[in-house]
């Protein structure tokens, strides 16, 4: 009688058990808990490119483009030494209008942006390794070398 016991309240606690893991499995939508909403909003990622640059060069090559003829055309924004989307997009205008080809005024730090600095570096006397559109070593050391030049611009 004993055994008949313990085996009616094994199997009642295995079909109590077994009725509670096919509820919550077989739980929808409607009956599960509901999920939090995050708060959307719009964020704005401005990436940094510095190539190198330390924050005095940075805001050293963002004085040299703001008051780079005709002054006021090139805005790099504030002057913080990040060098962001309206920095380079002022360096983007400024390596167009003096025709080496930094591509589309977008701010986008790449090959196209490269190359126009590489151009622009190679025609002040600078050495970059080539106009290959990679800011490898000796283009980032000539980067250095021009926003270090005079003692900057600010």
Not at 6 to 27: W, Y
Not at 75 to 90: E, F, H, M, R
Not at 105 to 126: E, H, K, M, S
Request: charged content about 15%.
């Amino acid at each position: 009688m004993a055994l008949t016991r313990l085996t009616k309240t094994l199997l009642g606690t295995l079909t109590a058990a077994a009725l509670g893991i096919g509820t919550l499995a077989g739980a929808t939508a409607a009956t599960a808990a509901p999920a939090q909403q995050a708060a959307t909003r719009t964020v704005t990622i401005q990436a940094v490119n510095n190539l190198g640059l330390n924050t005095a060069e940075g805001k050293s090559v963002q004085c040299y483009v703001r008051d780079a003829v005709p002054v006021g055309k090139y805005n790099p924004g504030t002057i913080d030494g990040q060098l962001g989307t309206n920095s380079w997009k002022a360096w983007q205008r400024f390596l167009n209008d003096r025709g080496y080809n930094a591509g589309t005024v977008d701010g986008d730090v790449g090959p196209n942006t490269i190359r126009g600095l590489q151009r622009f570096l190679v025609a002040i006397g600078y050495d970059t390794g080539g106009i290959d559109g990679v800011a490898g070593t000796k283009t980032r050391a000539a980067w250095k070398a021009f926003a270090n030049l005079g003692g900057g611009w600010c």
